[in-house]
């Protein structure tokens, strides 16, 4: 089992709608979850963090963290072509060092006009 | 402040040569990471750094790829001798605590070995 799991996608929504992007993870340890976005050719930006149970909304961006069922999900309400790019789920679990964090291999996103 | 910084941006180069990435991060950030990202394989923690020192290297692949700190506003990451393997796009990210909370990445360097 991958440490951070996702759907790779394509995921295809159109413009005004809900998409829906999940992620698990296999450290039951883990406390410091991330969404970040990236767009084809740029770096890796951070949308949103989660530390606790339940939802963080910030924008049109809610994070919702379940960690009994060691699932993170990110939802963006009235989606915009401008959300079209790779989403990148990241958790932080435990090594020797104390605490490394472990990306997904990304959701991509498409969001039709 | 400027945020990240990487250099070269682009590096094209044949394979056996020595390549050497540079970093700087943001101004008072504790932690720097290096990552690798491919198609295939995503984005991979290759070490990262706490307070200029190696914390995890265990993501390095093999001998020839070797990384230093030497002081809070400088690191390389060097790939000696170079393979068309290592041809990705190498990232330097840096964070405020040694918790590795939010990382701020760097553009990147875009690497290609002939």
């Known amino acids: 089992q991958k440490e951070v799991e996702q759907n790779s996608g394509p995921l295809s929504v159109p413009e005004g709608a809900i998409a829906s992007l999940n992620c698990t993870y296999s450290?039951?340890?883990?406390?410091?979850f991330f969404w970040y976005r990236q767009y084809s050719g740029k770096s890796p930006e951070l949308i949103m963090s989660?530390?606790?149970?339940g939802d963080k909304e910030d924008g049109r961006f809610t994070a919702q963290l379940n960690k009994a069922s060691q699932y993170v999900s990110l939802l963006i309400r009235d989606s915009q072509p401008s959300d079209s790019a790779t989403y990148l789920c990241?958790?932080?679990?435990?090594?020797?060092?104390?605490?490394?964090?472990?990306f997904g291999a990304g959701t991509r996103l498409f969001v039709k006009a | 402040d400027a945020g990240v910084i990487q250099s070269p941006r682009h590096e094209v180069t044949e394979m056996g040569q020595e390549v050497t990435l540079r970093c700087k991060p943001i101004?008072?950030?504790?932690?720097l990471f290096w990552y690798r990202q491919t198609m295939m394989r995503g984005l991979e923690l290759l070490i990262y750094?706490?307070?200029?020192?190696?914390?995890?290297d265990s993501g390095m692949p093999e001998d020839r790829f070797s990384a230093k700190m030497p002081n809070a506003s400088f690191s390389t990451l060097k790939i000696q001798p170079s393979e068309p393997r290592d041809s990705a796009v190498y990232f330097c990210?840096?964070?405020?605590?040694?918790?590795?909370?939010?990382?701020?990445f760097g553009p990147g360097t875009r690497l290609l070995v002939l």
């Open positions: 101004s008072g950030h504790n932690s």
């Open positions: 750094f706490n307070n200029n020192v190696p914390i995890d």
């Open positions: 990210a840096s964070s405020l605590s040694v918790r590795q909370e939010t990382q701020y």
């Open positions: 990241a958790v932080n679990i435990r090594n020797t060092g104390g605490f490394k964090t472990i």
């Open positions: 989660i530390y606790s149970n």
């Open positions: 450290d039951r340890g883990s406390q410091s």
